[in-house]
């Protein structure tokens, strides 16, 4: 008995070192390190290029509400949107009670001359205070990425999304130079940016089949190498042609749809209480034969 509890021990505080060493922390606690690395030249040209995809889809979704889940809590990258009204939602303390974690904050754009109403929201992403079936477009930049439960997140934003609503996903591809780049990174540094869920798109479809997501557009972007310096954007063009997937990120564009319920109706036939009568003779079945002469 005292063996077992000795290697029990053992085993429990090896599994926390590990957990702290490689396990994830909290967005609340990672999304400066994050916001960090996307000021870096890698992370701006990856930015720029993510923002162009951006760009080129929301003016083809139209609807009031515009939300966005993103790991950079400064950056607004809905500009190119045409809906009525947008507001981001940044990540809060998982420490704070879901009651009292909840702020809403009113940001007005100063940079922008459009009378278009921007605000930001504070609470769970996994547990959003918004009503269901309001929200017409969802953009959620990298926030499956850096989600301790990312499908718990991604069933909270189909359920706040609108029938026939989009969701516009950006992430990183781990089957890419950048991925493979970023995973290698992990076994040596501690920094929150490459503590990252593993995601494949042939995962996600999974996911979207359960949650009735149906996947109408996708591309894949980025095809450098994971450093600062020598990049070439002959070779990031030649790549995207040769190598399509490859890409260091994708944009995934969804849209939910919702299956409507057909009534069945049952077809009655009526009965007689009275056995029909024709020529004289019953239509049932007599349990006695008729006798031959």
């Known amino acids: 008995m005292m063996a077992k509890k000795w290697f029990e021990k053992k085993q429990q505080r090896m599994t926390e070192r590990l957990s702290r060493r490689f396990g994830m922390r909290s967005l609340a606690f990672s999304q400066t390190q994050i916001a960090n690395w996307f000021t870096s ?17 929301l003016p083809e979704m139209f609807g009031y509400h515009l939300m966005q889940l ?16 947008q507001f981001t939602v940044n990540p809060c303390d998982p420490r704070c009670d879901s009651a009292s974690g909840n702020e809403f904050r009113k940001e007005p754009d100063k940079e922008s001359d459009e009378k278009i109403s921007t605000s930001s929201l504070i609470a769970h992403f996994e547990q959003l205070p918004i009503d269901a079936d ?22 909270e934003v189909t359920r706040v999304l609108i029938p026939n609503g989009h969701v516009v996903l950006v992430g990183f591809n781990p089957f890419s130079l950048l991925g493979i780049g970023h995973s290698i990174a992990r076994l040596f540094s501690k920094a929150d940016i490459y503590k990252r869920q593993h995601l494949p798109v042939s995962r996600l479809k999974d996911w979207f089949e359960v949650l009735d997501l149906e996947l109408v557009y996708s591309r894949r972007g980025y095809y450098g190498l994971p450093l600062n310096r020598y990049y070439s954007s002959r070779m990031d063009r030649w790549l995207g042609l040769l190598l399509p997937f490859l890409g260091g990120f994708y944009v995934l564009v969804l849209r939910k749809n919702i299956t409507p319920m057909t009534k069945i109706q049952t077809k009655w036939k009526r009965r007689s209480v009275l056995p029909v009568w024709r020529k004289g003779v019953a239509t049932h079945s007599s349990p006695y034969k008729k006798q031959e002469k």
Do not use: K, M, W
């Open 134 to 155: 309001v929200i017409d477009v969802a953009l959620l930049h990298h926030a499956l990425d850096y989600s301790t439960h990312p499908h718990q997140l991604l069933r």
């Open 41 to 57: 030249l890698l992370g701006q040209r990856v930015l720029a290029e993510e923002q162009q995809c951006i760009d080129a889809l």
């Open 70 to 85: 993103s790991v950079l809590p400064t950056s607004n990258l809905f500009t190119a949107s045409s809906t009525g009204y």
